[in-house]
């Protein structure tokens, strides 16, 4: 006979390792165990013990009330013969008094009261470890059943496993013989109190959205994506190494960054900083305003497909918005960093929330060789997107003495390797999301690990855009655009139809730190779009000449001291290095088939909303 596998830290029994069995817990039979969890769904139903069935009620009493009577009514009822002889005397039956009535019956209603019909409750339970719920039977003899029958209730329990008695979806069954625990809910004011409930409507409480279904089979799979990050790395000799997300050193559009600082805490300072924020702030929320009224306006051209030439004319109008108001930022930014002394500061300098490791990690790799690290990046996004957050979790990955083709080899494999350990570890998972999100996202994940990615340069990608004459595109295809989500989902659905890198971009749209070719207008940077899911992994190799990279920072007008740390890897014993970096949300989003990004992280953080 089986045994059951108790959890080590507590005496109770992980659902999973019931149901998770080969045989669905059914060897398990006979086994008393302890089990907790949350209540998904419940029934009561009368109980089948007829001998724990009620007396039957006892009848009324009767009691019998008689009127008065008279002598010859007492002699007439008790000699027939009296009256024949009445009858032949001449005296009717008419004249005689009749017979007496019967007794009137008075009915006295019994005041035992009527013990209730025994029942048990049958409450679906899950502690998260898996899909499958476990079905508690609870006799109402042991606890109030109205406790433990709502949505959400916790509860720990110790009981016998026993196989189902009738047929159905559950092979086992844990028949419950004491309550150890009950967590009860308000039902009126729990915001999961019902059964189907949408992803959507469930964001204001991330705090508790895990407690469904859908919201713990996306958490297990970020679990085995981080789980499976750490065995393909340390399986190839990568270095796992810890990267700072307080740094000194800033992107060009320092807009997009947080700010770390703490001279809030000086009163005299904030003086001083009203009279900046009050006077230029005035003109931002103005186009900040604006920006949001084209945003709707855009929205509604798109959804009433409108004439494309107005609706280009909107998009239109709306970068110019966005770009003015990326001046007034900066405008913006640099006097109100006038105004503030950063010797006075934490750091005694400007510092900023990491947008990407990599730059750190590069200095790592230039002493390990392979390296990898996996943790949360920041970026002050204040536009409305599906797909973007304030702050992700990123997969960042660098590797010394590799060329472009070294690290897109490497980066293919890791993508493939993921998906693949989704298959095999998230199953039961991914079944489930086929029905609840997207039907097609268990055939996707198969596609893209048998699939041989399509490597196309960032020319042959604008070359095969040109020749869809039949289609038109919101933005123009010409050398130098970015390629937008549009033209992606053009290049991996209608003709590639698979995941796709596309590489050697020109240098204008990627980092100064991205290694220059030898045309001079090209990169050595490359990105895996993948049908759904869009560009999942983007990576380059990295300059290493002293030379060419500074002059790169003095074209793009970045203080070459920020990075003075970074050159002296170009100083002291350069080599090739490469790197890429995988945002684990958009995995998510690709692998399942989510709409918003929001609903692939536990807690997530956007412009103008924070919860929890």
């Not at 998230?426 to 268990?442: A, E, N, P, R």
Request: with cysteine; hydrophobic share 40%; charged share 25%.
């Amino acid at each position: 006979m089986a045994s059951v596998e108790r959890f080590k830290y507590s005496n109770r029994v992980v659902i999973k390792s019931i149901l998770g069995r080969p045989d669905g817990g059914r060897g398990l039979a006979g086994e008393r165990v302890v089990v907790g969890g949350w209540v998904k769904l419940f029934k009561e139903k009368p109980k089948k013990d007829a001998s724990q069935a009620p007396p039957p009620a006892s009848a009324p009493a009767v009691v019998s009330v008689a009127h008065d009577l008279t002598c010859s009514e007492v002699l007439m009822s008790r000699m027939p013969l009296l009256r024949n002889l009445a009858r032949i005397f001449g005296k009717g039956v008419s004249s005689m008094p009749p017979p007496p009535p019967p007794p009137k019956q008075l009915e006295i209603a019994d005041k035992t009261p009527v013990e209730p019909v025994p029942t048990v409750a049958f409450l679906l339970v899950n502690d998260g470890s898996c899909v499958a719920n476990l079905q508690v039977v609870v006799d109402s003899n042991m606890v109030l059943l109205v406790q433990v029958m709502a949505i959400g209730v916790s509860i720990l329990v110790e009981g016998v496993l026993e196989q189902q008695s009738e047929p159905g979806k559950h092979i086992v069954e844990l028949k419950a013989e004491k309550i150890l625990h009950v967590g009860v809910v308000d039902s009126k004011n729990y915001p999961l109190a019902k059964a189907k409930i949408s992803l959507e409507s469930i964001r204001p409480s991330p705090h508790l959205r895990v407690r469904t279904t859908t919201v713990a089979s996306i958490t297990r799979m970020r679990s085995d994506v981080s789980h499976a990050t750490h065995r393909f790395f340390q399986n190839m000799g990568f270095i796992y190494v810890h990267m700072p997300i307080i740094t000194t050193t800033g992107f060009k559009d320092h807009s997009r960054m947080f700010q770390v600082t703490t001279l809030f805490k000086r009163t005299d300072d904030k003086g001083e900083l009203s009279t900046v924020s009050d006077r230029e702030n005035i003109s931002l929320e103005v186009v900040k305003g604006a920006i949001r009224e084209k945003s709707k306006r855009v929205d509604e051209l798109k959804r009433s497909d409108s004439n494309k030439e107005v609706l280009l004319a909107a998009l239109g109008d709306l970068q110019k918005a966005n770009e003015l108001a990326l001046q007034l930022e900066e405008q913006w930014r640099s006097a109100y960093a006038a105004k503030m002394d950063f010797t006075k500061d934490f750091f005694s300098c400007e510092a900023y929330l990491s947008v990407s490791t990599r730059l750190h990690l590069e200095s790592y790799a230039c002493g390990l060789s392979s390296v990898y690290t996996v943790g949360p990046v920041f970026q002050a996004n204040d536009s409305p997107s599906k797909k973007q957050l304030a702050e992700m979790w990123m997969v960042e990955v660098e590797l010394a003495f590799a060329e472009l083709e070294d690290i897109m080899n490497c980066a293919e494999e890791f993508l493939k390797f993921l998906c693949q350990s989704i298959l095999d570890d998230c199953l039961d998972d991914l079944k489930f999301l086929s029905k609840k999100v997207d039907k097609s996202c268990i055939t996707r994940l198969q596609s893209l690990v048998t699939s041989a990615f399509a490597r196309i340069s960032y020319t042959e990608a604008l070359e095969h855009l040109e020749k869809a004459t039949d289609k038109t595109f919101k933005t123009k295809v010409e050398w130098g655009i970015n390629l937008s989500d549009e033209h992606e989902r053009f290049l991996v659905d209608e003709i590639y139809k698979q995941p796709i890198i596309v590489y050697d971009y020109p240098k204008e749209l990627k980092p100064f730190y991205v290694h220059v070719k030898d045309d001079g207008k090209t990169v050595s940077a490359f990105d895996i779009i993948a049908p759904k899911g869009g560009v999942l992994v983007r990576g380059s190799r990295k300059e290493e000449r002293l030379d060419i990279i500074s002059s790169r920072i003095q074209e793009l007008g970045i203080p070459k001291e920020q990075y003075d740390w970074y050159l002296d890897l170009r100083r002291h014993g350069t080599v090739k290095h490469s790197g890429f970096s995988l945002a684990i949300e958009g995995l998510i989003m690709f692998a399942v088939g989510l709409e918003d990004i929001k609903d692939a992280i536990p807690f997530p953080r956007t412009c103008g909303y924070i919860n929890a």
